[in-house]
Structures are given as structure tokens and as C-alpha cells.
């Protein structure tokens, strides 16, 4: 929990997870996070705090920054409404949330709100009229506000892969 202030998270190297727990940010605390994988058991912005993804552009490798939610005893594991995300890239690749669960995710968008967030089996809720640049796959998403979701198109050439990959379509070519 932090409130007021800046944090700036690198992990060890780009294999090694950072664990953090419950995450909470209030009072315009500002969490920074460098590319690597880090898991979470739940985070909750209040009070105009945010999370800002750092690695810059160009990233040569290791360019993303990916939020593991486990959600145990949580009815909200993922609530980013408090002030938001800012990921300068507007890349949605470069900061991805991937969460199994059934609780709700709560987001807002924003003028640099860019991310990809896949949580299947759970309920999401976008708070707000701003603007949100990526791809959300969830049980249920409800707008509660007019917020607009701007699917990158970009993202059918990269985005997650959450399982192996299968194939899809296949053709015998007649010579």
C-alpha cells in the first residue's frame, strides 16, 4: 500500500516474477512498472493514483509488462478506476493483465489507457466516458458511463497467446 509518492518496480531479470500480494495505491501514489511478468493476488487504485508502464519506445526485447491476478478471497481482484493506466507507447501488447477468475474487474479509460486484458470467466465493468485502446476478453462486459473501447488491430498479428496455438484452417493446394 502506498500513498502519495512514486514507486518504481524492475524485476530481477526478464524470467524472474515479481510477487507482490494485495496491491493498493491511494492518494495520488503512482505505481511505475518496467517490462517482466509480476504477480498479484489483487490491486486497487483510489483517490487519482495510477499505473504507468515504463520501457519506452523503441524496446528491442522483453518490451512488456505483464500483471498475473490470482484474486484468492477477493470479489474485485483488478479495480483501475482511481485514476488509471498510462502506457505512453499506446502499444496495448506492452501491458497486459491476464486473470482466471470469476470476480469483477473494474477499469476507466483515459488519454493513454492502452492495454490487453484477458480475464474470460470474469465480470468487467468500465467506469467513466474515456477512452480505451487494446482488447478486453471477459465473461461480461457492461459500460457504465459511454466509454468507448478502440480495438487495436494490431493485435490480431501479436497479442497473447494464452495456450498452445492450434490450427485453424487448413488447405491441399491442386498443382
Not at 495505491?25 to 509480476?38: C, D, E, K, V
Request: glycine residues 14%.
Amino acid at each position: 500500500t502506498n500513498a502519495g509518492g512514486v514507486w518504481t518496480i524492475t524485476p530481477a531479470s526478464p524470467s524472474t516474477p515479481v510477487i507482490m500480494g494485495d496491491v493498493r495505491l491511494n492518494a495520488g501514489a503512482t505505481l511505475r512498472m518496467n517490462p517482466g511478468l509480476y504477480v498479484i493476488n489483487s490491486i486497487l487504485q483510489n483517490g487519482n493514483s495510477s499505473i504507468a508502464v515504463l520501457g519506452g519506445t523503441p524496446c528491442v526485447s522483453n518490451c512488456t509488462v505483464t500483471v498475473q491476478v490470482a484474486g484468492q478471497n477477493q470479489s474485485t481482484p483488478i479495480d483501475l478506476t482511481g485514476g488509471g493506466i498510462s502506457n505512453p507507447t499506446m502499444d496495448p501488447s506492452r501491458f497486459q493483465i491476464i486473470y482466471p477468475g470469476t470476480g469483477t474487474v473494474r477499469l476507466n479509460g483515459g488519454a493513454s489507457a492502452a492495454a490487453l486484458i484477458y480475464a474470460p470467466n470474469a465480470t468487467s465493468n468500465f467506469n467513466g466516458n474515456a477512452d480505451f485502446y487494446g482488447a478486453i476478453v471477459a465473461g461480461t462486459v457492461t459500460d457504465f458511463g459511454g466509454a468507448d473501447i478502440h480495438y487495436d488491430r494490431n493485435l490480431s498479428k501479436g497479442g497473447m497467446t494464452v495456450g498452445n496455438t492450434t490450427l485453424d484452417s487448413f488447405t491441399w493446394l491442386n498443382q
